[in-house]
C-alpha cells in the first residue's frame, strides 16, 4: 500500500494528515483482496453472515452488507433468506442468559429455587434412611427374643414405700425391671 503513495517529497511521509490523505477514496490490491477507503478513511468491508442449511448441509448466505461510496460510514446490510433458529428470525443475544459472571437476577432466583429443592431431597432422604435403619434394629431384635417390647405391669417391680419420703417422689422414682424367665431353658 505504501508503494502505491505519491512519494515525491518524503518528508511529507511524515506528516500524519498528509499520509491519512493518500488513502481516502482508494483501493489497494494486497494478497487477500482489495482494501478501499471511503471519502471518511473508512475501510469499506463487504461483510457476509453464512447460515448452516440442514437440508442440503452447506453453509448458505443470509445477509450480506457492503459500504455505499457515501458519507456515512455504516454499511448497508441486504436480508437473502431469513433466520431459520430456535431463537426466531432475530440473531441471539449478545450477553449470555446467566451474565457473563452468572450474576443476573433469573439465574440467582432459578439457583436458589434448585438448591431449596435439593435441601428438601436430603433431608428426605436422611429421615427415611433414620426410619428404615430403626426398623432394622428392631427387627433383629425382635428376632434375637419376641417378646422384648411387652411391658406388662408384673415385669417391672415397684419400689416399697418408705415412711420418710413422699409418694410424689416414688411416683417420679425409676422403675426397676424384674428378669424375665428364661424360655429357653424350659
Known amino acids: 500500500m505504501l508503494a502505491s503513495i505519491d512519494q515525491s517529497d518524503p518528508a511529507r511521509l511524515q506528516n500524519g494528515t498528509f499520509l491519512a490523505s493518500q488513502f481516502f477514496n482508494r483501493s489497494f490490491a494486497v494478497d487477500v483482496g482489495n482494501i478501499t477507503f471511503n471519502s471518511m478513511a473508512m475501510r469499506?468491508?463487504?461483510v457476509s453472515i453464512l447460515q448452516f442449511n440442514e437440508v442440503s448441509e452447506r453453509l448458505e448466505?443470509?445477509?450480506y452488507a457492503f459500504q455505499a461510496h457515501e458519507r456515512n460510514a455504516y454499511p448497508n446490510w441486504n436480508v437473502v433468506k431469513n433466520l431459520t433458529w430456535f431463537?426466531?428470525?432475530n440473531f441471539p443475544p449478545?450477553?449470555?442468559r446467566c451474565g457473563y459472571k452468572g450474576d443476573n437476577h433469573f439465574c440467582s432466583v432459578e439457583s436458589?429455587?434448585?438448591q431449596q429443592i435439593s435441601f428438601g431431597i436430603a433431608i428426605t432422604v436422611i429421615v427415611f434412611s433414620s426410619v428404615c435403619y430403626i426398623a432394622f434394629l428392631i427387627h433383629r431384635r425382635y428376632n434375637i427374643d419376641p417378646t422384648w417390647y411387652s411391658l406388662e405391669l408384673g415385669h417391672f417391680v415397684l419400689?416399697?414405700?418408705v415412711p420418710w419420703v413422699s409418694w410424689m417422689s416414688i411416683a417420679k422414682s425409676i422403675l426397676l425391671p424384674r428378669p424375665l424367665p428364661n424360655r429357653l431353658l424350659n
Open 44 to 46: 469499506e468491508v463487504c
Open 61 to 63: 448466505t443470509i445477509m
Open 87 to 89: 431463537g426466531g428470525h
Open 94 to 96: 449478545n450477553e449470555p
Open 112 to 114: 436458589h429455587l434448585t
Open 159 to 161: 419400689p416399697e414405700r
